[in-house]
């Protein structure tokens, strides 16, 4: 079994990819807890995009709007963590990344991703986006592969977890570990929107007993507001033969981050220790481990 940490990696061996003919590599950037990637949109010049699986719609920040020359279409109402918000939609955005394109059939404008300027990025890419392409992160080396689903395929021996969706959202079964002697099996929804290990949803918490004893209170940021918290630390998270020792949990004290029948979401925290490949084309995602193991702050 591979076992990966939060803090350090423990490592068996990593399998290969075959390239498909048409397949582009950009680098990628963590910031503010945000992965990031540049993309041209309608010919512009680079812009920065947050890569985000949890996400169900593509974002265009509204100051860029009138340069990338889209077009409203009508308003939608958008779900987070802490309520939800109202946002206008635009059509006629293609996103360039090198010789491929993905052309959503709407993007949404979202005042409050307007208003946070210290975030420094110019939306979201979401669902749609990685519908477009199958899509491998490297999070560890900095980079990003795009590849056409026609055209890739997959021959190594990375732990592959069988996808299940809910509207846009990915979903997988895992295993978290609360405590010595305790094991339990639930749905969770990947997504690489949020910077932390898991994130659980009030019911699950409660269920559980995860915030018995001493466990620091906060709040999470999101759509909608904010949404109060407890954080504390699991014993495991067991995807498929993979675990991640020792991840951090962000305990909702009211609601969940997660859609009705998911216990939470599993987020970027975990997810960066392996290379990972979304392909919804064919309702997968498959980890990779690293190469080497290494201490935390390597």
């Known amino acids: 079994m591979g076992v990966i940490s939060c803090c350090g990696v423990l490592t068996p061996a990593l399998a290969q990819t075959n390239l498909a003919p048409t397949s582009v590599e950009f680098p990628i950037k963590m910031r503010h807890g945000d992965l990031l990637v540049e993309a041209r949109v309608n010919g512009s010049p680079p812009l920065s995009f947050k890569l985000d699986t949890g996400f169900g719609i593509t974002t265009i920040n509204q100051d860029r709007v009138e340069s990338l020359k889209l077009t409203r279409v009508g308003r939608m109402t958008i779900a987070g963590i802490a309520g939800e918000e109202r946002a206008d939609t635009y ?155 020792k991840p951090s949990a962000n305990c909702f004290m009211e609601g969940s981050p997660a859609d009705q029948g998911q216990a939470g979401h599993i987020g970027l925290g975990a997810l960066q220790r392996f290379k990972m490949i979304f392909d919804y084309s064919r309702r997968q995602l498959i980890l990779e481990p690293p190469r080497q193991s290494s201490r935390a702050g390597e």
């Open 91 to 245: 059509d006629g955005a293609a996103f360039e990344f090198g010789s491929l394109i993905y052309k959503p059939r709407r993007v949404a404008a979202l005042l409050s991703e307007g208003r946070r300027r210290w975030r420094n990025r110019d939306g979201i890419l979401g669902a749609g986006f990685f519908r477009r392409f199958v899509v491998e992160l490297d999070v560890q080396n900095g980079k990003m592969r795009l590849y056409e689903p026609e055209g890739f395929s997959y021959t190594g021996n990375g732990e592959i977890l069988p996808l299940d969706f809910k509207k846009d959202t990915p979903i997988v079964e895992a295993v978290v570990v609360p405590r010595e002697g305790e094991e339990v099996r639930d749905r969770f929804e990947i997504d690489t929107g949020c910077d932390d290990c898991v994130c659980l949803g009030h019911e699950f918490v409660a269920a559980n007993r995860l915030v018995e004893g001493t466990n620091s209170a906060d709040f999470r940021r999101g759509v909608g507001g904010n949404a109060p918290i407890r954080q504390t630390v699991l014993m495991e998270l067991r995807l498929g033969k993979l675990t991640v020792k």
